[in-house]
C-alpha cells in the first residue's frame, strides 16, 4: 500500500509525497478508482442520508476501489461516521461528496473539512474533486491533499474560462475563442498553475498570504476565510509554524 508522508506544514496545509507525487496534486479523474457508494443530494432528510452513509459502508467493504467517497449530506455527524468507518476499512485517500453544493456554502465547507481533517489520521488524504481554482488555496489550507480536472472537462463543455481568480463565461467575455478542446487544456493549466503556486506557498510558509489574496477577489472565499478565523483559531495555530 502506498504511504502517504507528510514533508512540511504551513497551517494546517500539509506539503506531502506519496508514491513520488508531491502533494497537493491534481489527480487525472478518469484514472481514479472508485469505490461503490451510494449518492444522496446535499439537502435530503436525515433518514435517506444515513440510508445513503449506510449502502456506502456496506458497498466499501467488498469493493477494493483505491478512493472512497465520504457521505452524509447536510449532516456534519454522519459525514464524520462514513469518514472513520471507511478509514477503517483500509481507505486512505477519501473523497469529499456533493463538493459543488458545499462551495456555495462556505459556513458548511469550511466546518466539515475542519471537522474531517480533525478526525481522521494525518496520513490519510482529503480529495476535493470540483473545486475552482480560486478555491484550492482555502481548501489547501484547511487540510485538503488532491483535487481532480473533473471541473476542466465541465467547464470547456460549456464554454468556460478558468483563471487562477475568477471564471468568465467566453459567451459574454470575448477574451479567447477557444474550441472545446482548447479550452479544456487551457482550464488544466491553470490548475495546474494554481496548484505549484500553493505547494511554493506552503515551502516559503506564505499560504496564508496567498489565501488572503484570494479572499479579496471572491464573496464566498471572504466568507470561508472569516469563519475559518472565527471559529477555528486552534486549530489553525495547531500547525503554526514558530519562528
Known sequence: MEKFEIKLHDGPARLGMINGMETPTIIEYESMDFAEDQPTPYNVPIEIAKWGVEETIKNAKSSKGEYAVIHGAKYLDLRIKCAIELEALGFKKLI??????????????????????????????????????????????????????????????????????????????????????????????????????????????????????KAATSPANMTALRILDNEFQEYLQGYTRLY
Open 96 to 213: 469529499i461528496a456533493n463538493g459543488d453544493e458545499l462551495l456555495t456554502k462556505p459556513m458548511d465547507l469550511v466546518r466539515l473539512t475542519v471537522k474531517l481533517r480533525e478526525n481522521i489520521k494525518p496520513d490519510t488524504l482529503l480529495c476535493f474533486p470540483y473545486s475552482e481554482a480560486s478555491f484550492i488555496p482555502i481548501l489547501v489550507y484547511m487540510g485538503v491533499d488532491l483535487f481532480t480536472d473533473a471541473i476542466c472537462k465541465f467547464y470547456s463543455y460549456l464554454n468556460i474560462l478558468m483563471a487562477p481568480n475568477h471564471s468568465y463565461k467566453l459567451d459574454k467575455y470575448k477574451i479567447y475563442k477557444l474550441n472545446e478542446s482548447e479550452l479544456y487544456n487551457y482550464n488544466k493549466e491553470t490548475l495546474d498553475f494554481v496548484i505549484r503556486e500553493v505547494r511554493e506557498h506552503i515551502k516559503m510558509g506564505t499560504l496564508r498570504n496567498l489565501v488572503e489574496e
